[in-house]
């Protein structure tokens, strides 16, 4: 757990934070966020001592940090930054190791921690542990940041515009991954970005600041449907009832949905159908083919035949999903409604376009 | 296609054509005594056409070789060409000494002319170019860049070489060459060795306070354009009055003239290189590198040895290069002012016009100078990390 309490910091003349009190609950992650220069760096620095607070006091655990030895501190903190700061002279295995070798670990102990991160940030250590810097490509550079963060299993986290320096479609992955690991591990974070999609979707709570104060620290939904005032309302932006819809999980609009095996006849098929505009197809084992329906159906001798194929990865979506993900992937495929897959591509039901609208109009209504 | 086929390498063209040029000037010079001016021999004067046309010979295909810049291969021919000009031009030079000497007078000395410089200077211009274009085959690199030079020392340490008037020279003074040498290597490594520790300090001190840096390189820039002699001069008036002020200093060769002053000089001369790649190794360091340390909990010892020394070290210890490969020269001028070294004979020589004893003083400067450049090359290579320079597989 961490708590700022009455944070001040001054250079000079400017001040940076202007009496910020905060507190971040145990495996909780709270994103900063805010304009550029609105001290959400120096903040994050107070955390693990880098930057001294001018005033005010920061508990970890409890505990004043002030009173914490600055090195032993940051050796339980995982820090990890835009800039990613892997240390050129030294291989994966060699960053990784920094922390715990600081902390004496045994040499087996430190050598099966760097494997098991790697695979943690999907890295393959026999590939990359020994490889140097300046032969990864930057989402690789940065999940050997993240994994050189976590080597030490510090409980807390601390990670500045980790994902800034990367393509969008990278991000996006180690976004998710990172989503995943924090799933999995429940590390209390504090992570600063520029991206307000991102702080949206990893997120427990956001914290927007301006000028050095805190202005609205809250959960994502509560942010975006009931902004505090006016400048985190135009923060957040006009299209915020869509920026919401990332927050639910299409699993409240998962509707079971008839699929037909390959093998049945077109008298069955077209019974199926009804007055549905087509049915799902999947194979013997239950994993997603593509559809059939009126047309296609028509024109064929039989229903093998009238299969139109879809690609999962394409046009299915996992029950993990968001709403937000389910409307994109309806409108890019031109699709009214969508089939669910589980992992293993095995069909679940559908999401239909009109659940996803009714859901919007819904979320809008009490936002307002 | 044009293109390519001219597409030429410049300096091992401008090699060639100083080694084609110096077949005008004399190769030899024979002269009855010492010091008075004897009658110059042109190459195919000097030799027999044989000789003559190897070398000619050897120089064409230079030339032709650095207008067909291509292969590693023709870089490896060039260069093994220009080798073969060194060692022919001193076996033909023993060899036609020895002829000439035969019979004349013992005072007559046999020296080498400005053709033979030029050939051998050349013919190094040709070498350093086929060496760049030889990047990635260490052996061959060095066998192309120390050939030449191996077989000179073979043909030394034979004596094929000992009728020409710089080995006379030597002769005689065997003793003093061993004791120069060595002063002149205690010299100048002392110097550089406290040079370099100075100016690492200075150049972290530098680096790490930006009050620091101006006054720190404003004295080691005004000490760098003070011509090395009237430092000397500098030095020598405050040194003599601290010699007679305190007598007993004398013992340890604090004295106006001498070693003192020198070794003083000459560490001034090799601060600057060496602060200044410390400052900007220091500074060129990666602030992401140095944060990222900081904040996993590296203490400030940790990331100076850890971080902050191998990643600098590369450039610290190019700076102890340039500093080392000055510093075997300027202390040629240190003889000046008594302290001896190689310079003691180019001084001498200079004193008595006596040609060739100046070059008993100046070729071992020369080897030394490319032996330290060689060295200090070496260790750099060992001393960059992996990682640093292996590009992406
Ligand atoms: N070392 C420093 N010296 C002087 N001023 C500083 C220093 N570091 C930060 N500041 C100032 O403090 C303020 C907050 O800086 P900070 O780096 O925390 O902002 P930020 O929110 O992280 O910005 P960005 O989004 O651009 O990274 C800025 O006005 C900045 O100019
Ligand atoms: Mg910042």
Redesign the interface.
């Known amino acids: 757990m961490i708590r700022l309490e009455q944070v001040t910091r001054y250079y000079g003349n400017t001040i940076a934070v202007n009496e910020l009190s905060l507190e971040v609950s145990q495996g909780e992650v709270c994103v900063l966020i805010g304009p550029s220069g609105c001290g959400k760096t120096t903040t994050l620095r107070m955390v693990?001592r880098?930057i001294e607070p001018t005033a005010g006091h920061i508990f970890i655990n409890g505990q004043d940090n002030s009173q914490i030895k600055?090195?032993?501190?940051?050796?339980?903190i995982g820090?990890a930054?835009q800039?990613?700061?892997?240390?050129?002279?030294?291989?994966v295995a060699a960053n990784i190791a920094?922390?715990p070798e600081?902390l004496h670990w045994e040499k087996s102990r430190i050598a099966s921690r760097i494997e098991e991160l790697l695979i943690l940030v999907g890295l393959n250590p026999a590939e990359y542990a020994r490889k140097?810097?300046?032969?990864l490509s930057g989402g690789e550079a940065q999940r050997v940041?993240v994994a050189?963060?976590l080597a030490a299993d510090p409980p807390i986290l601390?990670m500045d515009e980790p994902f800034g320096a990367v393509d969008p479609l990278t991000r996006e992955r180690l976004q998710s991954q990172f989503a995943r690991i924090q799933q999995k591990l429940k590390k209390t974070t504090i992570l600063v970005t520029h991206d307000l999609d991102e702080a949206i979707r990893l997120a427990d709570r956001i914290a927007i600041m301006a000028s050095g104060k805190l202005v609205q620290y809250d959960t994502p939904e509560t942010i975006l449907s009931r902004p505090a005032n006016k400048f985190v309302h135009d923060f957040v932006g006009t299209d915020r009832a869509l920026k919401r819809l990332s927050r639910i999980s299409i699993q409240s609009v998962i509707k079971p949905s008839p699929a037909i095996v390959m093998d049945v006849s077109i008298e069955e098929a077209v019974s199926v159908i009804g007055s549905r505009p087509s049915v799902w197809v999947v194979a013997d084992d239950g994993r997603f083919i593509g559809w059939v329906d009126m047309t296609s159906l028509s024109a064929a001798t039989s229903v093998r035949e009238a299969i139109v194929p879809g690609d999962v990865d394409e046009i299915a979506i996992t029950a993990s999903a968001t709403l937000r993900e389910a409307l994109s992937r309806m409108l890019g495929q031109g699709l009214r409604n969508i089939p669910v897959v589980d992992e293993k591509k095995h069909f679940i039901g559908e999401v239909t376009l009109s659940d996803v609208e009714a859901v919007t109009a819904e979320t809008a209504e009490t936002g307002a | 296609m044009i293109r390519r086929f001219i597409s030429r390498d410049s300096v091992a063209l401008v090699g060639s054509i100083i080694g084609l040029s110096s077949v005008l000037p004399g190769w030899l010079t024979l002269k009855p005594s010492r010091i008075v001016a004897g009658t110059s021999l042109r190459l195919w004067q000097s030799s027999d056409w044989e000789g003559s046309t190897v070398i000619l010979g050897l120089w064409l295909l230079c030339f032709v070789l650095s207008l067909l810049r291509g292969s590693k291969l023709s870089a490896l021919m060039l260069g093994t060409a220009a080798n073969l000009i060194i060692i022919v031009t001193f076996l033909l030079a023993g060899l036609v000494a020895s002829n000439l000497l035969e019979g004349a007078a013992p005072s007559a000395r046999v020296s080498l002319g400005a053709g033979i410089w030029m050939t051998l200077g050349g013919a190094y211009v040709v070498i350093f170019a086929a060496r760049q274009r030889l990047p990635d085959s260490p052996l061959w690199r060095n066998l192309v860049s120390w050939a030449g030079l191996a077989a000179l020392g073979v043909l030394l340490t034979i004596g094929w070489l000992g009728n020409l008037s710089i080995l006379q020279e030597f002769s005689g003074r065997e003793e003093r060459f061993v004791q120069e040498l060595l002063q002149h290597l205690f010299l100048f490594g002392s110097s550089v060795a406290a040079g370099t520790v100075l100016g690492i300090l200075l150049g972290i001190r530098a680096a790490r306070s930006t009050g620091a840096a101006g006054p720190i390189f404003f004295i080691s820039n005004i000490t760098q354009t003070i011509p090395s002699l009237a430092l000397f001069g500098l030095l020598i008036a405050p040194l003599s009055a601290l010699s007679f002020a305190f007598p007993v200093l004398r013992e340890f060769g604090i004295r106006g003239v001498g070693v003192a002053p020198a070794i003083m000089a000459l560490i001034v001369y090799s601060l600057l290189p060496v602060v200044r790649n410390t400052y900007v190794g220091f500074h060129q360091l990666?602030?992401?590198?140095?944060?990222?340390?900081?904040?996993?909990?590296?203490?400030r010892g940790?990331i100076f040895r850890?971080?902050e020394v191998?990643?600098a070290a590369p450039l610290i210890l190019e700076g102890v290069r340039t500093a080392a490969v000055q510093s075997v020269g300027l202390t040629a001028v240190t003889a000046l002012i008594g302290a001896g070294g190689l310079g003691w004979f180019i001084f001498q020589g200079l004193g008595q016009a006596a040609a060739d004893l100046i070059l008993l003083g100046a070729i071992p400067i020369i080897v030394l100078a490319l032996l330290v450049d060689a060295v200090m090359r070496a260790i750099i290579t060992l001393a960059t990390?992996?990682?640093?320079g292996?590009?992406?597989?």
């Open positions: 693990n880098l600055p090195e032993r501190l940051r050796q339980s820090y930054i800039s990613v700061g892997l240390f050129p002279h030294m291989t920094t922390v600081l140097y810097p300046n032969q940041g050189r963060a601390l | 990666d602030p992401g590198v140095i944060d990222a340390g900081r904040g996993m909990g590296m203490s940790n850890k971080l191998p990643l990390p992996k990682g640093l292996v590009g992406k597989q």
